[in-house]
């Protein structure tokens, strides 16, 4: 099992920059697929970003294509969104969720969660 803890969410100016980080706990963090999702208020929680368990292959959702990164550090079982370029259409709670299918965007192929860390992007 794997439990996850996300931070480094918070306020930031469209155009801005923010990296939100997940920390997994457990000696298995780097046999799983990580992924980020997000959900607005009111709407379905839905993908952003996949990594494989290497780190070799990522997926991106195409609304943050081009300005999100995500990467691991398997020696520090944690794994990074770094978010440029934020909207304000980015506004949600992100979560991190490890999995067993690299680049799966449905919530269903993941079986732990974290419980979220806020990002908000005023316009």
């Known amino acids: 099992q794997v439990q996850l803890v996300e931070s480094g969410g918070g306020l930031v100016q469209a155009g801005g920059s923010l990296t939100v980080s997940c920390a997994a706990s457990?000696?298995?963090?780097?046999?799983?697929?990580m992924g980020w999702f997000r959900q607005a208020p009111g709407k379905e929680r839905k993908f952003v970003a996949g990594i494989s368990w290497s780190g070799g292959s990522t997926y991106y959702a195409d609304s943050v294509k081009g300005r999100f990164t995500i990467s691991r550090d398997n020696a520090k079982n944690t794994v990074y969104l770094q978010m440029n370029s934020l909207k304000p259409e980015d506004t949600a709670l992100y979560y991190c969720?490890?999995?067993?299918?690299?680049?799966?965007?449905?919530?269903?192929?993941?079986?732990?969660w974290g419980q979220g860390t806020q990002v908000t992007v005023s316009s």
């Open positions: 457990g000696r298995t963090f780097s046999r799983y697929a």
């Open positions: 969720a490890a999995g067993w299918t690299a680049g799966a965007s449905v919530r269903d192929d993941y079986g732990y």
